[in-house]
């Protein structure tokens, strides 16, 4: 889409990298009192799966059994998250959080209304386009079986799926794995950098900000169907961001927390280093067989 419409576009996210393609699903409460509930809910659930663990270890201390070893503070990870601009972020953090209840929700909240079969039509039509940029990803990444199977999901829900508003290609089995140029930095080797709060797209790094506007690149470079460039992008725009929002639960302040933004910023990193460990893990080489006496 042009460049004045990325603003509108990047605030589908908020929470990082926009999704390239989503499920949509129904979302939760509206109050934040309702959260606040299953907020409470939810830790009690926890609570009482803790003690019926610490019964099932006692039990299995009576039996004569060895005990799982307990977890130690060295287990845990680090909760510090290189954060040099932080008073920067926590403004940003600020912002998107009166942009998001002031403007974002309630146009969100209208366009939830849209019948289901449509908007899931819009859904699919967005994260088709996201393919391409997909395949290209992949390719960079040197990851090509995924790559070609994103291909295909292309070329399937274009033709069968009328131009991407069906996603016949899930039926067949070949399910969405979009990817973006960030995560090509990460199979390059880069670190995700300080922590970085963006107004209106919220969380990220300093490489997946750079991952993010090279996947617009990219998109705008290509210009698919005269979509990124022609007047009909100052109406795509807006309603991609809308289309992804409108799928996202996540509400800022909704369980009323003092320490949310640090919070928000360990899970987003923590999640972040999670994928790229998993990115660059090995899978083990297989022993090689003993070799056989002559003549067998």
Aim: hydrophobic share 40%; with cysteine; net charge positive.
């Amino acid at each position: 889409m042009r460049i004045a419409a990325l603003a509108a576009v990047a605030a589908m996210g908020l929470s990082g990298c926009a999704p390239e393609g989503m499920i949509i699903h129904r979302m939760p409460a509206e109050t934040p009192a309702a959260d606040n509930a299953a907020a409470i809910q939810r830790a009690a659930a926890l609570a009482a799966a803790a003690e019926a663990a610490q019964r099932a270890q006692e039990g299995t201390e009576a039996s004569g059994e060895a005990p799982t070893p307990p977890l130690t503070p060295a287990d845990a990870p680090p909760p510090k998250t290189y954060d040099p601009w932080e008073p920067v972020n926590r403004f940003s953090y600020r912002f998107n959080a009166r942009f998001d209840e002031n403007i974002f929700l309630p146009v969100s909240n209208v366009y939830r209304r849209v019948p289901y079969p449509l908007r899931s039509c819009v859904n699919n039509f967005f994260a088709n386009l996201a393919e391409v940029d997909t395949v290209i990803n992949y390719t960079l990444q040197g990851r090509l079986g995924r790559g070609v199977r994103a291909l295909g999901r292309f070329v399937i829900n274009s033709t069968a799926g009328v131009g991407g508003l069906f996603d016949f290609a899930t039926k067949l089995r070949l399910e969405n794995q979009p990817t973006g140029f960030g995560t090509t930095l990460s199979k390059w080797g880069m670190h995700p950098g300080p922590y970085l709060v963006i107004p209106i797209l919220g969380p990220s790094t300093l490489r997946e900000a750079v991952g993010l506007f090279g996947d617009y690149g990219t998109s705008y470079g290509i210009n698919l169907a005269n979509l990124y460039r022609g007047n009909l992008s100052w109406a795509l725009g807006p309603l991609n961001a809308v289309d992804q929002r409108s799928n996202i639960g996540f509400r800022y302040y909704s369980t009323g927390s003092p320490f949310e933004y640090e919070t928000i910023r360990f899970l987003y990193v923590r999640k972040l280093l999670l994928e790229d460990e998993g990115l660059h893990k090995r899978s083990p080489r297989k022993p090689r067989p003993p070799d056989l006496p002559a003549g067998q």
